[in-house]
């Protein structure tokens, strides 16, 4: 009996000892059981419901348009224009995304400039014009679409010519068939640190700022190559050409007159985009031998490279309506001056092509 007692406690402490080690053993599978639970629990049931937030993000990064980094100008096509389009139409302007610098997109970035940027007044998208929309989107800078310059399509005049409507327009064209209004004063006005043979500070020594940054580049050059150039006539107002074509009328009829003189609103000069160049050589007029002098073949040879075309070349005189002007330089940047230049074209054909 004591026996038996004996081997009874030894089986149920064998039977405890086995019951307590599975016990322990299934202990450490708990934890494990658990943080799968917890996974479980912290899975969405819909699955695409975490994916999707990537997936917009990234629609957004596709469809979102980047500003392009080259500088754009009227009759500049493709990618990068549309791009252009798409953020001015984001930033409010009612224009259409044609891939085409037209002049809708010129006149877009002529009123963003105006309002953001007014010493560099163009038309063509630079990097500058770049970085100041890049602010507007990230609504750092707030705009009025068509605040400065608003829209509207060019009219004719009671006299049967196209009144300009965008005057500020780099490659604006101005003759006797395409007239500016007669309130048009250029906003951006300055005096180019340039020799004049004279002291006076006259309104004529001015141009717009552009044009003038760009005469003083041309000037230091011309200096360097031992060309002695001297600005004699810069921008007009409308009434002071009014003046000068009357003036000119009187003295020599006006059917001779119209062939070296505009009327108010046809003249070039008030696009504050020309100036007159002359030399010693010819006692500082403004005529047709100032082709001849040293000067005037520098000008011919070079002017395109700082952005300035002789508006009025030898032999196009049934083009442009004037005779040949030697003097008579107008700014229209760098890359419409050397297409120009190159392709002896005037600024009546160049504009043409690109309509």
């Not at 010693?280 to 300035?308: M, R």
Request: net charge negative; with cysteine.
């Amino acid at each position: 009996m004591i026996m038996f007692n004996k081997y009874c406690r030894t089986f149920i402490l064998m039977a405890l000892t086995i019951l307590i080690a599975t016990a322990c053993n299934a202990t450490p599978n708990e934890p494990t059981d658990t943080k799968e639970n917890v996974s479980e629990t912290a899975t969405p049931k819909n699955p695409d419901s975490q994916q999707n937030p990537q997936v917009d993000k990234q629609d957004d990064t596709t469809n979102k348009p980047t500003l392009p980094f080259s500088e754009l100008q009227k009759g500049d096509t493709g990618k990068q224009v549309s791009n252009l389009q798409q953020v001015l139409i984001q930033a409010g302007y009612a224009i259409k995304n044609t891939d085409v610098y037209d002049s809708e997109t010129v006149w877009a970035i002529t009123d963003f400039q105006m309002q953001t940027s007014k010493e560099m007044i163009t038309g063509i998208y630079t990097l500058k014009t770049k970085q100041l929309l890049e602010k507007v989107l990230a609504n750092q800078l707030a705009i009025t679409p068509g605040k400065a310059l608003p829209w509207k399509k060019s009219e004719l005049t009671a006299d049967k010519k196209v009144e300009v409507s965008n005057p500020y327009e780099i490659l604006v064209l101005v003759n006797k068939s395409h007239a500016l209004p007669e309130t048009f004063i250029p906003e951006d006005l300055v005096t180019p640190a340039v020799r004049f043979p004279f002291s006076e500070d006259l309104p004529k020594k001015q141009m717009r700022k552009p044009a003038a940054e760009a005469l003083e580049k041309m000037f230091a050059a011309a200096d360097k190559a031992g060309v002695d150039l001297f600005a004699q006539s810069g921008y007009r107002s409308f009434t002071r050409q009014q003046s000068i074509f009357a003036a000119n009328v009187s003295k020599n009829g006006e059917e001779a007159a119209n062939k070296y003189s505009a009327r108010p609103g046809e003249s070039e000069h008030q696009t504050g985009l020309t100036m007159d160049v002359t030399s010693p050589a010819v006692s500082f007029d403004l005529i047709i031998e100032f082709g001849e002098t040293p000067e005037g073949k520098w000008i011919q040879t070079h002017a395109s490279e700082f952005g300035f075309i002789i508006r009025y070349p030898k032999g196009k005189e049934e083009i442009t309506k004037y005779q040949y002007e030697p003097w008579h330089l107008r700014f229209v940047g760098k890359k419409a001056a050397k297409e120009i230049t190159d392709n002896k074209l005037t600024l009546e054909e160049y504009v043409e092509k690109l309509n």
